[in-house]
């Protein structure tokens, strides 16, 4: 396969995730098929299966892609103990703003009863968690496991703030 025919076939994989997570975030898990992805990308169902074998691997691939995005987001943000939640909070909100649908989809992914989608994102959050308390720990943060794991909560709230659009919901948004 020549560099351009890969850059397509990458392309249209980039493509086939960027509407599955507008479609998981419009319609859900339950109501979004291959099928809808496929018609959205313009490329048949198996063409779909040829990068995710089922519904439930392309629905992993978005969540992994955004909490990917989240810990990078929070990794790279430096600030003194005393703004470091807040600029991580920014970082956050900038994610939404221009990932939406993916951070959206991370947020709620508890609430999917897959099995193994439950099990990525207690394992996901469980790691954001982590590098979180981490983050504040080294810059010195006090009690900075409790204050982790207030900063997620801050981010479950954002994230229904943004679903049922009640911005009043998200504190964050009043900091700007």
């Not at 939406?100 to 439950?118: F, K």
Request: glycine share 4%; proline share 4%; aromatic share 10%.
């Amino acid at each position: 396969m020549s560099p351009k025919d890969e850059a397509a076939v990458a392309n249209r994989k980039e493509q086939i995730l960027n509407s599955a997570a507008s479609l998981f975030a419009s319609q859900g898990y339950y109501k979004t098929t291959t099928a809808h992805v496929a018609e959205a990308v313009g490329v048949t169902q198996p063409y779909v299966f040829h990068f995710f074998k089922t519904k439930e691997q392309l629905y992993l691939a978005v969540l992994d892609r955004a909490f990917h995005r989240t810990r990078e987001a929070f990794s790279t943000v430096e600030a003194p103990a005393d703004q470091l939640a807040h600029r991580m909070g920014e970082a956050f909100n900038a994610l939404l703003a221009t990932h939406r649908n993916e951070i959206l989809l991370m947020m709620q992914a508890y609430s999917t009863p897959e099995p193994a989608v439950r099990e990525f994102a207690r394992t996901c959050f469980s790691d954001i968690y982590d590098r979180v308390k981490e983050r504040f720990e080294k810059a010195g943060v006090p009690q900075a496991g409790r204050e982790a794991s207030s900063f997620i909560s801050c981010g479950l709230i954002i994230s229904l703030s943004e679903v049922l659009e009640m911005p009043k919901l998200s504190f964050w948004s009043d900091l700007e």
